[in-house]
């Protein structure tokens, strides 16, 4: 038996709780962040916005029903739309958490050696969110956006809040799934049917050089 340790100091004026979960996985059920093929759709399965709604929280401006709302998606897990996605044949997949959308999204292009287009305007956001980004951009939105916006390339017509969003770090988000084309159909009404909010937001496509996600309206 081994025990595993670690440690890390945080000098905050909020509580933080950390945990770590060891467990086994059936090695055939595996769905990695690498198998993306062109022609894949991606397919989201949580509204984002989070990091803005909290960043406003902390700063007492935030709109109740808009935290309310954000707090009942946080508080959902992914379990749900793990065990449906995996009765059909996923080629890969992520949760969407600190390195937002884009960070998520770039790390399955990457990995995948595919070059993902994610249609901004069909993102699904909290209502009300897009109104608060521009003054409640977190610390983890602006790194993410200097980490990774050199790989990105922005179509004429993207809203410039819908791009910042896109980077916005989540808390407990939703999975990116990708799957084949002709199965997509079936895999947003079994999620829907399921009780998840399930939105087809772009495709893969063969590798463009120096771009890992293009950013359509």
């Not at 995948?112 to 939105?141: C, H, M, Q, W, Y």
């Not at 993207?158 to 799934?177: F, H, K, M």
Request: aromatic share 4%; with cysteine.
């Amino acid at each position: 038996m081994r025990a595993i340790v670690g440690q890390r100091t945080v000098r905050d004026d909020e509580l933080k709780y950390g945990l770590s979960v060891t467990g086994l996985i059936d090695p055939r059920r595996v769905v990695t962040n690498a198998g993306a093929r062109p022609g894949d759709r991606l397919v989201l399965t949580k509204p984002i916005g989070t990091g803005a709604i909290v960043t406003a929280l902390r700063r007492g401006i935030a709109p109740e029903d808009l935290v309310t709302r954000a707090v009942g998606w946080m508080t959902t897990l992914n379990r749900i739309a793990c065990e449906t996605m995996l009765e059909f044949e996923v080629h890969a997949c992520t949760d969407i958490t600190g390195f937002g959308l884009i960070g998520h999204a770039s790390e399955v292009a990457k990995a995948s050696g595919v070059t993902l287009t994610i249609e901004a305007g069909k993102v699904p956001v909290f209502n009300g969110v897009l109104d608060i980004t521009s003054a409640n951009r977190s610390g983890g939105l602006g790194s993410n956006q200097d980490h990774f916006a050199g790989q990105v390339a922005v179509q004429p017509g993207v809203a410039a809040n819908r791009e910042t969003i896109l980077y916005d770090p989540q808390t407990s988000g939703g999975l990116l799934v990708a799957v084949r084309e002709d199965a997509a159909d079936r895999v947003e009404q079994a999620l829907a049917a399921a009780g998840v909010r399930a939105v087809r937001i772009g495709v893969a496509t063969a590798r463009q050089e120096g771009t890992l996600i293009v950013v359509s309206p």
